[in-house]
């Protein structure tokens, strides 16, 4: 069979290659077309689908993020990434992928990653459980298509689902009132004032996540773009915030809503950050039973904790509140 690779970005005339061939291998019902598709502007090198017989078969994004690096190599990611489930298509494509990365410079090769972290990235290994709200949906076959290519995990995750919602153990109660006693208060995400909160959470996600496995910086209108949008599905009373005495930010909680759950009331804690400083260890713990306590006398059923990183400090707060893990992630990388 003769393929033929192309060169494609959002505004070209052929994108349309790009863009419309998820619809050619998932049902048109399918979940994967629930959530919308990212493309990072900001990094994107380009597009690329391979053709065979006229009709895409596959396709992938290659990012340029200058800030990326792993095991101190000068490392591009790989992300978009849609396939049928033939080898030979797909090896084809992602080598050719590797060898226009390594005449720009690159050394490494990361994927699924649209661009940054900041970005979707990541594939699940298994479909045993139905996806929740904000989790890509994809082929599991996608690993083996990796895998088969030479690419080797770098870094696996998982989601835990917590039914007891268990809260106000005791020595989360006596961390919670040392903290209150160095000046701690926790509030609500103020709606009304939001493109405030938003400046001052942007400030303080470079101190809690820049040491993060892969995190790079985010500009101030990537930020707000990805967030402002955040806004119509918020509930502020499960979007909260520690301070100190002087307003300055110690701690985040961005939990919404599984929209995805029909059959009870559950909530997805998606993004966790504390101050660096020692001085509030604990905090992410003592914000998370607030989470819970709130959630349980709103009538939620359950929570999912998503998309923790197994090297990460939230694992320890999972296991806290006694999610079990149900969902697995795993992201790929190779050396060119």
Known sequence: MNYTITHTK????????????????YPADSIRFKMPENINGEYLE???????DGKTKARVALYKNPYLNYQEKKSFCIGNYESVEDFSI???LLNYVLQEAKKLGAEYLIGPMNGSTWDNYRFSVHHNHPNFFLE????????QLFTQSGFEPIAKYFSSFDNQLRFDVPEMLKREKQLKELGMTIRNINLDDFENELKNLFEFNELAFKTNFLYTPISWETFHKKYLETRKVINPEFVIIAEDEKKNILGFFFCVDDFFNRNEKSLIIKSIARHPD???????HVMGNEIIKRAFKSGYKSAVHAFVSERGTSVE????????????YVLYGKEI
Do not use: R
């Not at 020692?278 to 992410?284: E, F, I, V, Y």
């Open 136 to 143: 890509p949906y994809h082929h599991l076959y996608y690993n």
């Open 278 to 284: 020692k001085k509030w260890s604990g905090l992410g």
């Open 90 to 92: 797909s090896d084809a």
């Open 10 to 25: 959002p505004g070209d005339e052929n994108f349309h290659l790009f863009e419309n061939f998820p619809k050619e291998i």
């Open 317 to 328: 707060i999972s296991k806290n509140y006694l999610g079990e893990i149900y969902k697995n």
């Open 46 to 52: 380009s597009c690329y689908v391979i053709l065979a």
